[in-house]
């Protein structure tokens, strides 16, 4: 059976918010994974396809790690996604993220208590290497 674009289109807008987040883009043919791209993007759903593995975003005071596995451009879709996984058994949170340039100014915007040490250490850790 051949498979349009148009078919795949029909697909892709056809599922749910969770049901679209859980297609494994990988086991896509091409021609479809242009169009879960788009569908992904219409929906304001951020993806990384340059990287099969989750990126490390933080760690928890217990040590665990934390890895980024989507990103969001609204808070809503964020909230969204965080109580389809909080009901599924799986502990989420959401984090705002700012490019590194930023970063200093970021933190000491939303935690004016953090020393002028901390924010320096923060910059050095963010900047980019030096040639």
């Known amino acids: 059976m051949d498979t349009s674009q148009s ?3 029909q ?3 056809s599922l749910s918010d969770t049901a679209l987040m859980e297609v494994k883009r990988e086991d896509l043919v091409e021609a479809a994974k242009a169009i879960y791209d788009q569908e992904m993007d219409r929906r304001g759903f951020v993806t990384d ?3 099969e593995e989750p990126q490390n975003v933080a760690q928890l005071s217990s040590g665990e ?3 980024n596995v989507v990103e969001f451009e609204s808070v809503e ?3 969204h996604a965080q109580e389809q996984l909080k009901k599924n058994g799986i502990p989420a949170y959401i984090a705002v993220a700012v490019p590194a340039a ?5 933190v000491s915007l939303l935690d004016p ?3 002028d040490e901390e924010l320096a250490a923060l910059a050095e850790s963010s900047a ?3 040639p």
């Open 7 to 9: 078919d795949f289109q």
């Open 11 to 13: 697909h892709f807008s």
């Open 49 to 51: 396809d340059t990287s």
């Open 65 to 67: 790690e934390l890895v």
């Open 77 to 79: 879709d964020a909230a």
């Open 102 to 106: 930023f970063a200093r100014q970021a």
């Open 113 to 115: 208590g953090v020393s």
């Open 128 to 130: 980019p290497p030096k």
